[in-house]
Each structure stands twice: as C-alpha cells, then as structure tokens.
C-alpha cells in the first residue's frame, strides 16, 4: 500500500484552528458566539500600506525576486531592529519568509538534525513543538508555572542548557501569556547562555512592539553583545501591524544562518510575493499610528480582561505586559459539574467545551501551549464584544458547583 513519508505521522493540524473552527461552525447555525480563540489582531494597516501596494502593481516586472528579501525591505527592517535596540545589523544577516512560522520551519531544519534537542519554556506557543516533531528534534520543556509568573529562571534556564540543547528558543512577549521579561530578567538569562557556547538561542519576538505599561523591549544581545554571534531575532509583521493574512517574516541571524534559510527559500518559496514586500517596506517606514493606537488599546482591553478575572475566586492569572493574550489557570473548575448543563469539567478541554456550548464564548484549552491547568483568552475582538463575552466567562463560573 502506498503511504506517506514517516515524518507526517508527527505532523498534526493545529489545536488553535480546531476550536476556532468550532466556533465559527456554531456561528453558522445562528449561534450567539464570542470568539476569544485564535490570535488574530483584528484591525487593519493603515491607507499607506494600500497605496504602497497599488504602486508595486503599476511596476511589477513580471520577474522572481530574491530569494532573501529586496534591498528596500531588509534595510526597512534593519532599521526597525535598530528602533527597537538591535544595531550592527547588514543585509547578509537578514532573511524573509512567509510569516515567521515559516521563517521558523526554516530555522529548524536548518539547525535541527533529526535527534537533536530544541529546549523551550513551557507554555509555549503550538507551533514550536508540531514543527520540532515534524523535523525529528527532541524537545526538552522547561516549565514556566503561573506561580512564577509564566516565566523561567536562571536556575532552570542552567539546568536545560547544562544537558546541551542545540537550540534554545525563547518567546518575548509570550503567546500563550502575555508575560514579558524585563530587562533585569533577560540579564540574568543572557547571563547563563552566554556559558554555554554550542546552543544557538532563537528569539521569537514577533510582539516586540506590543508592550504595555512603559516596559520597554529587551533581547539577550543587549546584556551580552557576544551572544550576537548565535542569537536568531525572529520577527513578523502579521500582530503589529495587523496583517497576519499578508504573510511576511524575518530573521536576524549570524551570515551563515541566515544564507541557509535563503538557500532553503530558494528551494521552495523563491520569494515573498513582491507586492507583500512593498506593503511590507511601507509598514515599517510609513506612520506608526495604526498600530501605536492599537497597542494602547490592548492595553486597555488587558485591564478590563483583567478586572473580571481577579473577580472570579480560585482563577489565578499573573497580569501580562504584551501582546494580546491572558492566560488564566483555571484549574479550581476541575472536578465540579456545570448545573445548568450538568456538564462535568474534568480538565481544559471539557472546560472550554463547556463554556462555548452553554455560553458561546470560545477559548483554546491551555493544553494547546503544554499547560493543561490553564485556557488563553485571546482580547483582540470588537470592543463591545469584550466585556459581554468576560461576563459570561464569570457567569459560566459561578454555575460551577
Ligand atoms: C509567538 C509566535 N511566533 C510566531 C507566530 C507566527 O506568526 P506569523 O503570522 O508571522 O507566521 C505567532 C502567531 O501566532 C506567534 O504567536
């Protein structure tokens, strides 16, 4: 019988599609649904972004581009990094790709061989472990518990790299939990990596812009310049500009990193489609506003999310500083029954299935990012869906008994 390659019984479809799937097929029945699953930006780019667009039409020269990025877009995205504190940056070390999964699928299989070990936090966001398993890595988990504040310490960070991990890969602000390291923190694990030179370190910060409450955003090469040398920036247009459709990503890298994910690009991809890259360059460049102006409007939606949260008894959720996630542990509903269904809630799964059968409000069960006591609330919907869909949320709670 004819089958298919070995590695795709590794490869599974993603657990955040599955719900918000779901919940859209319920919304086509006529449902009342809140969606508070997938993590979408939900505004659009501002007019610029178009016009740039409408401009690399009347141009297109018909003609494949590089397979690393035009000139115009690395230079755009040096200069972001230099904005954000990543300076000393040239074209050979930048490289695009189909938004940063892709750039990271890329990364793997440049660094991975298949039985080599990929060290992360967990939460951690899905893709991490489906493509680490997809290219035959070993994964070690470095668990980050909400009594911590979701994040690792220098202790644990020690711990992993002493058993030698060829990759290390970090996410800052976190997707699942909204945490952010600050700068004192990000010190203290440059410090530790900084020990153990046969670990490439990737750092997935795709939210980098997405901080609230002053802090400001901080990368491991800034503590520890000599690290420059094996750090990986991973970052993606798609969260703060709000254009996760138009698919285009990056990375930073030592030369010869970033040329081997341009040789993998070559090999499938060719080129980011031209058009994306010129919205791309504009996003960058042009006004800052849209996505400014949405930040802050996270930023308040994070409070109000919060607010309820810290009402509902037994749900502990350390408060986030970025992106557009919480990322409560919900784990006091396990064991009891909701009266009105009389649905029993054993774990994340009948939780979340629960919640958007009886109230029509859709979270990804925490299980998706390795946490099983915890569910993501993902704040990016209309505002006047928020609060409606929270108070459901803590009316789903207090029918726990
Ligand atoms: C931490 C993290 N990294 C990477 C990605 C992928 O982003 P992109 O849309 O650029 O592929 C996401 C998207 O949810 C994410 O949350």
Redesign the pocket.
């Known amino acids: 019988m004819l089958d298919l390659a070995q590695r795709m019984s590794r490869a599974k479809p993603s657990a955040i599609m599955a719900v918000a799937n779901k919940a859209k097929a319920l919304k086509a029945q006529g449902k009342d649904i809140i969606s508070f699953s997938i993590?979408v930006p939900n505004f659009l780019p501002g007019p610029h972004v178009y016009a740039a667009v409408e401009e690399a039409l009347k141009h297109d020269t018909g003609q494949y581009g590089s397979n690393r990025g035009p000139d115009a877009l690395l230079d755009a995205f040096i200069k972001h990094m230099e904005q954000i504190g990543l300076t000393g940056y040239g074209r050979e070390n930048i490289v695009t790709g189909d938004?940063?999964?892709?750039v990271?699928y890329n990364l793997f299989e440049a660094l991975l061989n298949e039985g080599d070990t990929i060290a992360f936090p967990v939460p951690y966001?899905t893709s991490y472990v489906d493509i680490a398993e997809i290219v035959g890595a070993e994964i070690d988990l470095i668990p980050a518990l909400a009594e911590q504040n979701y994040k690792i310490t220098p202790q644990q960070l020690e711990e992993a790299m002493a058993r030698k991990p060829k990759v290390f890969l970090f996410?800052n602000p976190s997707?699942p939990t909204g945490m952010v390291y600050g700068p004192d923190e990000v010190k203290a694990l440059a410090d530790v990596l900084v020990k153990y030179p046969d670990t490439w370190i990737i750092t997935?910060d795709?939210y980098n812009r997405m901080l609230f409450d002053g802090v400001e955003y901080t990368n491991f090469i800034m503590h520890q310049p000599a690290l420059r040398d094996r750090v990986i920036f991973v970052d993606?247009l798609?969260k703060t500009y709000g254009m996760?459709g138009w698919r285009l990503?990056f990375a930073a890298a030592p030369t010869a990193v970033a040329n081997a994910v341009v040789t993998l690009n070559s090999n499938h991809i060719t080129n980011v489609s031209e058009m994306v890259n010129a919205a791309g360059v504009a996003a960058l460049t042009g006004p800052q506003d849209v996505p400014e102006q949405k930040c802050r409007e996270f930023e308040s939606k994070r409070d109000l999310v919060m607010d309820v949260l810290n009402s509902i008894e037994g749900v502990v959720c350390p408060r986030p500083q970025g992106a557009f996630y919480v990322f409560p542990d919900i784990s006091c509903a396990f064991g009891k029954t909701h009266g009105p269904t009389g649905q029993a809630i054993a774990n994340d799964v009948d939780f979340c299935n629960a919640l958007l059968e009886s109230k029509g409000v859709a979270c990804v069960p925490g299980s998706a990012f390795g946490a099983p006591r915890s569910i993501r609330i993902s704040y990016t919907c209309p505002t006047p869906q928020l609060q409606p869909g929270m108070d459901r949320i803590a009316s789903f709670f207090s029918e726990l008994s």
Do not use: E, R, T
């Open positions: 993590g938004g940063a999964k892709h990271l966001w996410n997707n997935d795709i993606s798609s996760p990503g």
